[in-house]
């Protein structure tokens, strides 16, 4: 277990659900990943990611999957692309990420509570 923080310190991260509308391959990344492009509803609008998912995820399989991400991170350039949020997700037994996700639907940009 790591140091505990106050639920004020909690409630600072703002984690949101949204919609993967467009992903496509990475291929100037270093180790393998995707661009996501990600609509959190109109308040936050859609936002950019950069994810090490390919493990578990075809491009093609992503496009309407809800997804979990912090979005009051500062941006943060991966190579040529600027990564706007951070994409949520679990290592697995071997390490590959697996998508942390709502398990019903919920509107873009419901936050995590």
Request: proline share 7%; hydrophobic share 40%; no cysteine.
């Amino acid at each position: 277990m790591t140091n505990q923080i106050s639920f004020d310190d909690f409630l600072k991260v703002d984690i949101r659900a949204g919609t993967v509308i467009e992903a496509t391959s990475f291929p100037e990344a270093r180790k393998p990943a995707y661009k996501l492009k990600i609509d959190f509803g109109p308040d936050i609008g859609v936002k950019r990611s950069s994810a090490q998912i390919t493990v578990h995820y075809a491009l093609d399989d992503l496009v309407g999957t809800q997804i979990a991400a912090v979005v009051n991170f500062p941006p943060r350039q991966i190579g040529p692309f600027m990564s706007e949020v951070l994409t949520l997700g679990f290592a697995d037994a071997k390490g590959d990420i697996v998508l942390l996700r709502p398990g019903r639907g919920v509107p873009n940009g419901s936050r995590m509570s």
